[in-house]
């Protein structure tokens, strides 16, 4: 079973608008990651934000992590035709297995 | 290799067929995991290999699932007497295990489709 939910499941918008999705999950975690994934081949690794962590930044990227409300969002400004694909936050629960559990996904459509 | 390989990357198979998918991670990472996505849906943990040993394997659905991987490198997921329902893509990825930073590597994914 999948640890996140993501909100919304699709989002469609203007270029150089913002972009705002939003993950929540159910356990406690090391880090949670944020990847994503073009026409449902590979995923591609985007931003990792570690449990003690509240906000990070990379390039028109920001993500921010609530372990109280065990969510986190990720904001992608300026956004271009070529952002379109679907995103995907990952939990790492730690532990011996190390595996990441990813959410259901929000698509997100930029119209030029 | 530069990147995790997988092959084939698409297959068409008759139901009640075993197929085999491989995973040739990227050199030097130590895990490998293998995930399953159906068509629109997010990814499904199967397995996770640290070296060659699988020591979560909670993911597979059925025991018609099994996966191997040998020399610490390649993988293998075999899918014995395939079924629709087991149509999706199987994506597999590779990473470094460092404590508190797994970032993974994906592959670009087998397509199977069981007709």
């Known amino acids: 079973s999948q640890q996140g939910e993501e909100d919304p499941q699709a989002l469609s918008i203007q270029e150089g608008e913002n972009a705002t999705m939003n993950c929540s999950y159910k356990?406690?975690?090391?880090?949670l990651q944020w990847y994503r994934q073009n026409s449902g081949r590979g995923l591609v690794h985007l931003i990792l934000?570690?449990?003690?962590?509240r906000e990070k930044h990379s390039g028109r990227l920001r993500v921010t992590l609530d372990t109280s409300k065990k969510s986190s969002s990720l904001l992608i400004t300026a956004s271009r035709a070529a952002d379109t694909a679907s995103y995907f936050c990952a939990t790492d629960e730690g532990g011996a297995t190390n595996k990441l559990i990813f959410g259901t996904g929000t698509l997100l459509a930029v119209q030029p | 290799g530069a990147g995790v390989s997988q092959s084939p990357s698409n297959k068409v198979t008759e139901k009640g067929k075993d197929v085999e998918l491989r995973c040739d991670p990227i050199s030097g990472h130590t895990a490998l995991y293998w995930y399953r996505q159906s068509l629109g849906q997010g990814l499904e943990f199967l397995i996770y290999?640290?070296?060659?040993?699988?020591?979560?394997k909670s993911g597979l659905p059925s025991d018609r699932f099994s996966a191997e991987r040998t020399g610490g490198s390649v993988s293998t997921l075999t899918i014995q007497r395939t079924q629709q329902e087991d149509s999706a893509v199987y994506l597999c990825a590779s990473s470094l295990v460092m404590a508190g930073s797994n970032t993974i590597y994906f592959g670009e994914g087998s397509w199977l489709t069981v007709v």
């Open positions: 356990t406690s975690i090391n880090n």
């Open positions: 290999f640290q070296g060659n040993s699988a020591p979560d």
């Open positions: 934000i570690r449990s003690n962590e």
